[in-house]
């Protein structure tokens, strides 16, 4: 089996010490989680990185996935600037999307800039690049990746579907794979935050915290729609992909980590064999 691990890791950029400024201590529950998530799987080398993120290129109905060369991304915060380049595993991103249409689902290839080569680059968003900042730093060393982002619009099963199909494809490569939900939870927590507040947040975090605890992923499916608008969280669509990935794959869950240092809670979790 060529499953190497799984995780749901956040991106809230402060948990990386050089973007955290004033706010590194409150980030660091955080930052311990991330970091223990990295080290429990360092031994366990992948060559590519499926990672799943809320705050790529959506494209409606479907779930997009990266096919330029290389993806490289910068991120700024109070404490600095950090900038990370990754190849693309494009012979996985179009063996998922083959894979993933031949089920009826909607897979749209994205690439940027030149058609091949090292200006063969698409955007690199937070959602991506935070997790892989504390799992597998940019280098000549780092796996490829790639990378995925659902729509919102797709059901909580199809997107468990795609997560079938993501792991048939990583099954059957030769090479060692990982898969990586990138994901937040409920962003109401705080009523001068950006989306306000609302007690359907502290109540959303709790249920995820409980069934990742229990690794119950897929009775997440069953939340009402109206709970999760209040709720506001990223995580939902990331993880079902992932609970689809775990009807493949037998994996063994270990929670890390929760905390809530701003508006936005953040959970860690791996998935070990």
């Known amino acids: 089996m060529s499953v190497r691990w799984a995780a749901i890791l956040p991106h809230g950029g402060q948990a990386i010490p050089e973007l955290a400024g004033d706010l590194a ?35 409606e109905g ?41 089920r009826g689902l909607e897979a749209p290839l994205l690439a940027y800039g030149a ?46 579907r795609f997560g079938e199909a993501v792991a048939d494809i990583m099954i059957e490569s030769s090479e060692p794979m990982a898969f990586v939900a990138s994901a937040d939870l409920a962003h109401a927590h705080q009523a001068d935050g950006p989306y306000g507040y609302h007690p359907a947040a502290r109540e959303m975090d709790a249920a995820i915290v409980r069934h990742v605890q229990e690794d119950r992923l897929e009775d997440l499916f069953a939340l009402d729609p109206g709970f999760i608008a209040d709720a506001k969280p990223d995580a939902l669509w990331q993880t079902a992909i992932l609970a689809g990935l775990r009807r493949r794959v037998r994996l063994t869950s270990r929670f890390i980590a929760y905390d809530r240092p701003t508006y936005f809670g953040m959970l860690s979790a791996c998935y070990l064999p």
Do not use: K
């Open 115 to 160: 058609s091949s080569g090292p200006h063969s680059c698409l955007p690199m968003d937070w959602g991506v690049q935070v997790p892989l900042h504390f799992l597998a730093p940019p280098g000549e060393a780092a796996p490829s990746v790639v990378s995925l982002c659902p729509s919102r619009l797709l059901s909580f099963e199809d997107l468990a």
């Open 62 to 102: 479907g779930i997009s996935i990266s096919a330029s060369e290389f993806t490289e991304g910068v991120l700024e915060g109070a404490g600095g600037r950090v900038q990370a380049r990754y190849r693309v595993d494009v012979n996985t991103a179009r063996a998922i999307a083959e894979r993933a249409r031949s």
């Open 25 to 59: 201590e409150r980030f660091r529950p955080t930052r311990e989680g991330l970091e223990t998530a990295a080290g429990a799987v360092a031994d366990q080398i992948p060559s590519t990185i499926v990672i799943a993120t809320p705050h790529g290129i959506r494209a």
